[in-house]
């Protein structure tokens, strides 16, 4: 048998193209561009089998949880103006994110929120009074941790990474089905403990959620100052751990992602991460000026993208919400914030011995000083006050 020089040509390993090898890091990479389900104004998109849309009746509870919120987080605003807080990180615009995680979590899961997340606590249903006592500055923690499965709001830029891979790491070894859910800021992803503790819960397969909210600005540094990154959901591929970008100001898909990803880190997958590009409306804080590092075009053009009028949209299409659903709604709303104003007023008496109090299990040497030095300051002032 006699080979012709094309057949010799065609089997040559030299002109043979090689089968490409698939690529490890496929099924951990995020969407191109985030997930959305609805478009800007309320209009739904095609529908997505990865990400199933969340039952109506659900939606219709993250439509009323999303209104309280946002008139909470007006009406604790407005308590700074008038001295009642010392300060206030508010969530407006951020509704979507901040209810529709706690809504992806079960009430035995845990929650690690930062100092911006008290809109998502009182949607956990914490006491609305419990939840600002820190930022009045009456206490480490207004509420109870163990008893709302909700730790501390975190100041600290990304301490609660290390907090939530370490309890979730726990609560699997004890055979529990237990989720964490870790809230993190944009700037946050750009410290160290955010990769201690991401990277710790990729190698202990530590059933852990991280949600990133993208609100563009770490105070005033914008995003590009950040990273490099074609997102922030990119920086997951590098410790093993799926990632996904959503929309942050689409309620339903925002919903949506997260549910996979909490489903994932319940059925012993280990983290997930999740970023939501989304925007931050008001200030830093109440003692941010963010004109100084944004235009009010920029401003304008994401209220246009507002979530809680894009959901309403959507119900109201779908006859799942009308015009007396959405005032008995807003006159929940109202109530829920007269209340707090009134319970607001009433002013704590604080004992200023108790902020040695719970510093550590047994107080240092160093600690007791301190605590002597301010029980004589005291008084010494109640000295002073008397022979006036």
Known sequence: MTTTPQAVRRASPRTRRAATPPDPARPLLPDAEPVRL???????????????????????????????????????????????????????GQEACQVGAVLAVRDTDWVFPTYRESMALVARGIDPVEVLTLLRGDWHCGYDPTEVRTAPQCTPLATQCVHA???????????RDTVALAFIGDGATSEGDFHEGINFAAVFKAPVVYFVQNNRYAISVPLSRQTAAPS???????????????????????????????????????????????????????????????????VDAWRDRDPIARLETYLRARGALDDAAVAEVAEQAEAYAADLRTRMNDQPTVDPLSLFDHVYAQ??????????????????????EGDA
């Open 165 to 175: 891979a370490g309890l979730a790491h726990g609560e699997a070894y004890q055979g």
């Open 38 to 92: 609805l478009d800007k104004s309320g209009t739904p998109l095609p529908a997505r089998t990865d990400y199933p849309e969340p039952p109506v009746e659900v939606l219709r509870e993250l439509y009323r949880r999303m209104v309280l919120g946002r008139r909470f987080d007006t009406q604790a605003t407005a308590l700074t103006k008038q001295g009642r807080l010392a300060v206030y990180p508010s969530s407006r």
């Open 232 to 298: 922030l959901a990119y920086k997951g591929v590098g410790y093993g751990v799926p990632s996904e970008q959503v929309d942050g100001n689409d309620p339903v898909a925002v919903l949506a992602v997260l549910t996979r990803a909490v489903e994932h880190a319940r059925a012993g997958k280990g983290p997930f991460l999740v970023e939501a590009h989304t925007y931050r409306m008001e200030p830093h804080t109440n003692a941010d000026d963010a004109t100084r590092y944004r235009d009010g075009a920029e």
């Open 363 to 384: 107080p240092t040497p160093q600690l007791i000083e301190q605590r002597e030095q301010v029980r004589a300051e005291l008084a010494a002032a109640r000295d002073e």
